[in-house]
T-cell receptor
Framework: SQTIHQWPATLVQPVGSPLSLECTVE??????LYWYRQAAGRGLQLLFY??????ISSEVPQNLSASRPQDRQFILSSKKLLLSDSGFYLC????????????FGPGTRLTVT | GENVEQHPSTLSVQEGDSAVIKCTYS??????FPWYKQELGKRPQLIID?????GEKKDQRIAVTLNKTAKHFSLHITETQPEDSAVYFC????????????FGQGTILTVHP
């Protein structure tokens, strides 16, 4: 069966510090991968999605970037965090683009102080 | 791109009553409509979905209906239980948002014992 991991689970970082969140998927090949942010417990905003290694699409201009160095690894990064980057970051995967179910990882709760 | 509106934003029912959450979407080419349940501090979990070639789908106490002409779909929960209390999100994908889910803003459902 497929499993999706995210780490760390929680993170407290000062403004201006760098960020690296990691997501890995097991039990499937060539997944579509997604990064979402959820603020204040409501509303999922799609940040990035990837259909293959090195292929990243950005949904909104922001202080964040994403990379996919391996087939089942997706990384969310920032060079300098802003207060507004605080939130619950969720990685998700799907098998088929367009009509595939998306399954979420456990999430990383980021607090920027 | 796709826009999904979800109503109501909060819903309070007594145990055993039914609950209905409604969503409308804007892109007539969208063809996949999942519903997610998110408990406090947890990841969203896919509970049911429907595709555009189906008008209704049931799974025990939950059902989803789709009206493609009117571009709206609904989640129905019967015989509600306190453990149904959570935030529910609808989403849509396909068409011009191929491979990406656009989420509604969520409904906080509270089931009182």
């Amino acid at each position: 069966s497929q499993t999706i991991h995210q780490w760390p689970a929680t993170l407290v970082q000062p403004v201006g510090s760098p960020l690296s969140l990691e997501c890995t998927v097991e039990g499937t090949s060539n997944p579509n991968l997604y990064w979402y942010r959820q603020a204040a417990g409501r509303g999922l905003q799609l940040l990035f999605y990837s259909v293959g290694i090195g292929q990243i699409s950005s949904e909104v201009p922001q202080n964040l970037s994403a990379s996919r160095p391996q087939d089942r690894q997706f990384i969310l990064s920032s060079k300098k965090l802003l207060l507004s980057d605080s939130g619950f970051y969720l990685c998700a995967w799907s098998v088929l683009a367009g009509e595939g179910e998306q399954y979420f990882g456990p999430g990383t709760r980021l607090t920027v102080t | 791109g796709e826009n999904v509106e979800q109503h109501p934003s909060t819903l309070s029912v007594q145990e055993g009553d039914s609950a209905v959450i409604k969503c409308t979407y804007s892109d007539s080419a969208s063809n996949y409509f999942p519903w997610y349940k998110q408990e406090l501090g947890k990841r969203p979990q896919l509970i049911i979905d429907i595709r555009s070639n189906v008008g209704e789908k049931k799974d025990q106490r939950i059902a989803v209906t789709l009206n493609k002409t009117a571009k709206h779909f609904s989640l129905h929960i019967t015989e509600t239980q306190p453990e149904d209390s959570a935030v529910y999100f609808c989403a849509a994908s396909g068409g011009t948002s191929y491979g990406k889910l656009t989420f509604g803003q969520g409904t906080i459902l509270t089931v009182h014992p």
